[in-house]
Nanobody, 125 residues
Framework: VQLQASGGGLVQAGGSLRLSCAAS????????LGWFRQAPGKEREFVAA????????YYANSVKGRFTISRDFAKNTVYLQMNSLKSEDTAVYYC???????????????????WGQGTLVTVSS
């Protein structure tokens, strides 16, 4: 599976951005697609994930209520709508894919087999 992330940029605190992750190479019907982020000097952390089939979603507590993950079957693309952005959301955002994950493993970066190249989100205060 190849993943292409896009949509990052510079935004003021309180603003919004939508990230996209286009999947190609094979069908992702049995996959979980996730977003992780890595701020300078910090470890990569889980943000959100979605089951391609069924649409079940998972969120980190830090983004719950502000971020929404969704998918578009026709475009084979996962989106991360980010609202009410804060300076602490500044990071490189990566999309990732894993097959047949159970719920308890969706937040673990080690569970994911495929990664996109990352897209930088900078939130100015």
């Amino acid at each position: 599976v190849q993943l292409q992330a896009s949509g990052g940029g510079l935004v003021q605190a309180g603003g919004s951005l939508r990230l996209s992750c286009a999947a190609s190479g094979r069908t992702v019907s049995s996959y979980v697609l996730g977003w992780f982020r890595q701020a300078p000097g910090k470890e990569r952390e889980f943000v959100a994930a979605i089951r391609w089939s069924g649409g079940g979603t998972y969120y980190a507590n830090s983004v719950k209520g502000r971020f929404t993950i969704s998918r578009d079957f026709a475009k084979n693309t996962v989106y991360l709508q980010m609202n009410s952005l804060k300076s602490e959301d500044t990071a490189v955002y990566y999309c990732a894919a894993a097959r047949n994950l159970i719920a308890t493993m969706t937040r673990m970066k080690s569970s994911y087999d495929y990664w996109g190249q990352g897209t930088l989100v900078t939130v100015s205060s």
